[in-house]
DNA sequence: ATTGCAAATGCGAATCAATCTCATTTAAGA
DNA sequence: TCTTAAATGAGATTGATTCGCATTTGCAAT
């Protein structure tokens, strides 16, 4: 339950947190940036300042309730971080982010970073891809 | 020959283009950001605009003489495309960025792509790693 | 319920990387 | 050497994100 969330990260339960929280449980692609979740919240109706949506996001990444990802573009989106984990494809034409998981590629990270005397933490791959012909 | 290599790319070579390539090619970390490569050139009074570059690299990008990386939130970094592919490694506690090949999983994501019914065109791995205990 | 106060918010200003404008310079072919 | 399109420098501009600060609000202790 979302109010539990907050309160378990030392988060205050507000409206803002509320909102962003139930734009992003919503979102249809599961990817949205600070601007798109700020403009579902004014559609809706909710005033809120862009600049506590960025707010906002940064801490739930910190919490752990949203995940950050940077595409190329040079700006971020946040998922909900109770998806499971996935990675992206990016269609270089239309824009279009699909998501797919592939437990071998998985495996063999681990693997890579571990011959090199680490474990991994985290990662982030993103293919960009083009319609084959 | 760096010349050449202009030549090549269509593009006329110039002072600006020859000292970018050199300071690349002279980079100890392989990856610099347009700001680090500025800073080299003025550092080396040699008189060059930051958007100059700024379009040199992404020139040279497109000519395929460097590449783009676009992880450590946020801004840029690019290197010298040489001719071994290779993914990145980063270091969460040092910062270090580690360099890396693996076949299996290149294979994996070119078969990936296809199972979508695209082609890759590119892609961007990092895995964020730390010191096994 | 009421109160006190630190945490959270809104909004405009500030920042930072990257791009654009445009007047001036320059490479390179004729 | 001349000509011209391409390239450059410097500053203005954009777009995403963060900051500063006065105001509001959640919530723990009255």
């Known amino acids: 339950m979302t109010e539990a969330e907050l309160k378990d990260a030392g988060l205050k339960v507000t409206l803002p947190r509320l909102k962003v929280l139930q734009v992003l449980d919503n979102a249809d692609p599961h990817h949205l940036s600070a601007e798109d979740v700020y403009r579902e919240?004014?559609?809706a109706d909710v005033t809120?300042?862009?600049a506590t949506v960025y707010r906002v996001l940064t801490q739930f990444e910190q919490a752990g309730i949203v995940t950050r990802h940077n595409f190329d573009d040079g700006h971020s989106v946040f998922e909900l971080a109770t998806e499971e984990h996935h990675d992206h494809m990016v269609d270089l034409?239309?824009?279009k982010v699909i998501?797919?998981?592939n437990e071998a590629i998985?495996?063999?990270q681990h693997e890579i970073a571990?011959?090199?005397g680490y474990e991994l933490?985290?990662?982030e791959?993103?293919?960009f891809v083009r319609k084959a012909k």
Chains 1, 2 share one sequence.
């Open 125 to 127: 791959l993103v293919l």
């Open 121 to 123: 933490v985290n990662h």
């Open 106 to 108: 998985e495996q063999l």
């Open 41 to 43: 919240l004014v559609n």
């Open 114 to 116: 571990e011959q090199h």
């Open 48 to 50: 809120v300042g862009l």
């Open 99 to 101: 998501e797919f998981v």
């Open 93 to 95: 034409d239309s824009g």
